[in-house]
């Protein structure tokens, strides 16, 4: 049995559905059918039954399906022990553009008491790209914001944070303790520029289109609401100067930190970057 044989049957068994696990794999649906059916050869068994409601895994399968990811797992952790005996194991983290989440410091903290011989880089961007180069290939996982469009990548929620609005201080509605969307029709929201992801750009005008300056950083959003009274949304977590405010809003879905990665990535630095962060977060 080889390896990528078996990554390919793990795929089908999590999947349920041979055309969902060649878009997964990357290849083409005839070629995993001719290695899953060789695979079923190779070990005298039949591993999977297809019926037009999918695929279901027979009893053999899902016995071969532990000891595969098992297998699997080992492979990549006997991967990593020898890149980094080379001194060759890397990770490159995206961060989304803002520095004042504590999280991030005790992630960065766990993460090098796990993988002290590992060279970590970080790419910290800025709002304009919400997956911080990962479908660039300039980074291997980002640490982000969601909602953005997910595809052909793989997303983990670390935690959910409520969001509000900022405002000036001396802005009437500064003095609210709670607001709704609707009652800020009318007003100038900071704005992406052309081409960023239209989810994103949608979640942060909370799901309305808007008029307003154009930004691309945190710290350029909070400039547009001190000098012109631009307002815009933020994470109730975000600290902000004395001169502004985040008043809560009751009718809009929380923000998510989430994990991301390319799908089907199965470097085991990732993976642990990943587990790492979802304990942390989870405190």
């Given at each position: 049995m080889e390896l990528?044989?078996?990554r390919y049957f793990v795929a089908v068994a999590e999947e349920l559905h041979f055309g969902r696990a060649a878009t997964r794999l990357h290849i083409s649906q005839p070629p995993l059918s001719r290695a899953i059916?060789?695979?079923?050869a190779d070990v005298g068994a039949l591993l999977l039954v297809r019926s037009p409601r999918g695929v279901r895994l027979t009893?053999?399968?899902a016995v071969l399906l532990d000891e595969a990811r098992s297998l699997l797992d080992h492979a990549d952790r006997v991967r990593f022990r020898v890149s980094a005996a080379t001194g060759a194991a890397t990770i490159t983290v995206g961060i989304l553009g803002d520095g004042t989440d504590p999280a991030v410091a005790r992630l960065a903290a766990?993460?090098?008491r796990h993988h002290p011989g590992v060279?970590?880089?970080v790419r910290d961007t800025d709002l304009t790209d919400p997956t911080c180069g990962l479908r660039a290939g300039l980074v291997d996982v980002a640490l982000t914001r969601a909602?953005?469009?997910?595809t052909a990548l793989t997303v983990r929620t670390l935690r959910t944070d409520p969001v509000g609005v900022v405002l000036r201080a001396d802005d009437p509605l500064a003095r609210r303790d709670r607001l709704r969307l609707a009652e800020l029709s009318g007003r100038r929201w900071f704005q992406f520029p052309r081409g960023t992801d239209?989810?994103?750009q949608a979640y942060w005008n909370g799901g309305t289109p808007r008029e307003g300056p154009v930004v691309r950083a945190v710290q350029e959003c909070r400039q547009a609401v001190l000098w012109n009274g631009t307002i815009g949304l933020a994470p109730l977590r975000h600290e902000v100067a004395a001169q502004l405010t985040v008043v809560p809003l009751t009718d809009m879905p929380p923000s998510r930190?989430?994990?991301v990665w390319n799908e089907g990535d199965a470097n085991p630095l990732i993976r642990s970057f990943v587990e790492i962060a979802t304990a942390v977060y989870c405190r």
């Open positions: 990528r044989t078996l059916k060789q695979l079923e009893p053999a399968g766990a993460y090098r060279d970590i880089r909602p953005f469009d997910e239209p989810v994103w930190v989430v994990a």
